[in-house]
């Protein structure tokens, strides 16, 4: 069993950054695929980033460029380093874990799942 904790989250201007970390505890996650998904109000939860076991990365179209997903598993951390944000990426950011190659296009069909952070972008 794994458990994810996601932190980081909270209120920043347009133009500015914030770093999401999320903690595993229970299992190493150097044995999981990672994802970053995001859900803002009123929209479909989307996969923002995400990371293989090996260190690929992939990004969707509108975080490309600005958004980083990165592994620790010294630390048995997944991050995400956010720039330039933008008010459209307002949302609540979970991290997931899976044992597949990548992590599945829904969070809930991934092995694990956190509660989530709020991120909050003001213009």
């Known amino acids: 069993q794994v458990q994810l904790v996601e932190s980081g989250g909270g209120l920043v201007q347009a133009g500015g950054s914030l770093s999401l970390s999320c903690a595993a505890s229970g299992r190493t996650l150097r044995n999981y695929a990672m994802g970053w998904y995001r859900q803002a109000p009123g929209k479909q939860r989307e996969l923002v980033a995400a990371?293989?076991?090996?260190?690929?990365?992939n990004y969707t179209d509108s975080v490309k460029g600005r958004f980083t997903i990165s592994r620790d598993n010294v630390k048995n951390t997944v991050s995400l380093q956010m720039n330039s944000l933008k008010p459209e990426d307002t949302a609540v950011y979970y991290c997931a874990a899976d044992d597949s190659i990548w992590p599945h296009g829904s969070l809930y069909e991934n092995d694990y799942w956190g509660q989530g952070t709020q991120v909050t972008v003001s213009s």
């Open positions: 990371i293989t076991r090996g260190g690929f990365r």
